[in-house]
């Protein structure tokens, strides 16, 4: 399997550091596509998806289904998304503040 490298919040119950065991296991089933029933910020489901893997993620919190789409929708936009990111974090804070206010 690959290095991993997932983004997400840390909290408790993140399986950050299962993730080579969980990886190594479904390696072991054959299988293409993977559920991750409870996907909560989706690092499971992310590695999966870095490791080849077609992925379905659910869950019932509604920031579940905004992870899912940044970090498993938008796979292929990674470079752009890093451009903006570096634009964003350059604004001074005033300029930021403005640039909210009027949005």
């Not at 080849?52 to 905004?66: F, K, L």
């Amino acid at each position: 399997m690959r290095a991993l490298s997932t983004e997400g919040v840390k909290y408790a119950g993140s399986k950050l550091k299962l993730l080579p065991h969980i990886l190594a296991l479904a390696g072991k089933t054959g299988a293409g596509t993977v559920l991750d029933g409870f996907s909560g910020t989706t690092r499971v489901s992310q590695a999966f998806a870095k490791n080849g893997y077609g992925v379905i993620c659910n869950d019932i919190a509604v920031w579940s289904e905004t992870f899912g789409r940044c970090y498993l929708q938008n796979a292929g936009l990674a470079r752009e998304r890093g451009q903006l990111l570096a634009h964003l974090n350059s604004l001074s804070p005033e300029l930021a503040a403005k640039l909210l206010n009027e949005a």
